[in-house]
């Protein structure tokens, strides 16, 4: 029987028989499915996704005509950073980045950034950063955000001023926990409102909120506290919030953004909290089993994301980066993965971008 | 990642009018397709055509909004970005703060 090249979620190349492909794609809507309550993928998507999986072609991409916008996160990080952020090393300038970025790479979108890429520390070099984003406007051409993490673990104890709410929930102090996790998202909002607001006023033309919810959903809250605040102040900015994973982590587990409980909230429910907040982009996300085949990861990622953009009044990026949106768990992913999972996005899950 | 995720989907950035299509999108909330109608119909051209650098490439030229290769006198940054906001029918925000800062 035919056997045909695939990667595991961990990258590692294997060989599945087409019906081995076919049984792990419909596995994998199945998870999403019973997961979030997402819509079933018909035959004709999960035939569709299957011919992309065993295209023998080494690079697949979409039809002509079918293109659509590629957004950035982490900003020139991808060269200046190390390998924790699949960065190159190469101590190149932030201004150099983005125009090599704009002139060499093909970006549509591009974004300055903090060695951290988090908000905290933004705070104590902001007018570095302002002037460093005034100075790349005047240059650069395509939409140029400034991007960072919320990054909300940045608040707790030892790095911040708020108690654990791990170590709190250890010892079951669970209402301190919450009071810390509410009162972090509290700060968190005032610091979003305080760097964005200053970058919008250097020139930028947006801000891009990247990994929303990392540290669970007092985080997704705050967030979105921020956003709204930065959209009061600045009605026409551009404003991309791109998310952590699937499901929002209940490390609080009641805390509410307009009365709605954030913790366990999947794509196509986080984006209308998104929209509400003041959002012109949402970047859903879909995280990736390692233990699973590439198949059984994309064909949960098209479901829970193909939800997303049937629902979304905005347009919606799928964040598709080191294990995201059906892209294996590797440092460095394979051509060949990432090429069949962005056109499986485009064609059958009808993203905006990528 | 930029270089395979340009090569399966990339509309190319100012390789053709990616930047244009991202800008609608933003400021407008248009969904992908409808951005892609927006921007063609400004440019006189298809929305099959707004993805092709062979065409592209003359007409960013031609616009002054901006080419990939260094061209002497060829608008860059915010003269180019001020074409663009005459295209689109739009407002930049580095275009306004420069305005601002020669009033």
Known sequence: MAEYYTRRGDGKRVSMTREAVLEDLQAGVADAVDMGGVTQLNANEIDHLLDIIIDKNRVVGVEPGMEVVVTYDIGQLDFTGDNGNSGNGVDVGRLESALLHERALAADTFELAHADYSIKPVKPVISNEMQTMEEIQNEIIIPYFYGAMPNMGLYYAPDGPYGNPADLMREFKIEEAMAAAEAAAEHLARDIEFVSTRLVAAGADGFNFDTTASAGDADAVGTFRGVEALRKACPDTYINVGMAGESIMGIHGMIEYKGQVAAGLYPHQQVKLAQQAGADVFGPVCNTNTSRSLAWNLGRSVAFIKECTKVAEIPCHVNMGMGVGGIPMCETAPIDAVTRCNKAMVEVAGVDGV | ?103
């Open chain 2, 1 to 103: 990642m930029a270089i395979p995720h340009f090569m399966a989907s990339g509309m190319g950035g100012i390789r053709s009018a990616g930047d244009l299509v991202a800008r609608m999108e933003y400021d407008k909330n248009m969904k992908v397709s409808k951005a892609k109608e927006y921007v063609a119909k400004k440019l006189g051209v298809s929305t099959l055509d707004i993805a092709d650098e062979h065409v592209m490439r003359d007409l960013r030229e031609e616009l002054k909004i901006g080419v990939i290769t260094g061209v002497p006198g060829a608008p860059r940054g915010i003269a180019a970005k001020m074409n663009i906001e005459k295209l689109l029918g739009i407002k930049i925000n580095s275009c306004e703060k420069f305005r601002e800062q020669i009033r």
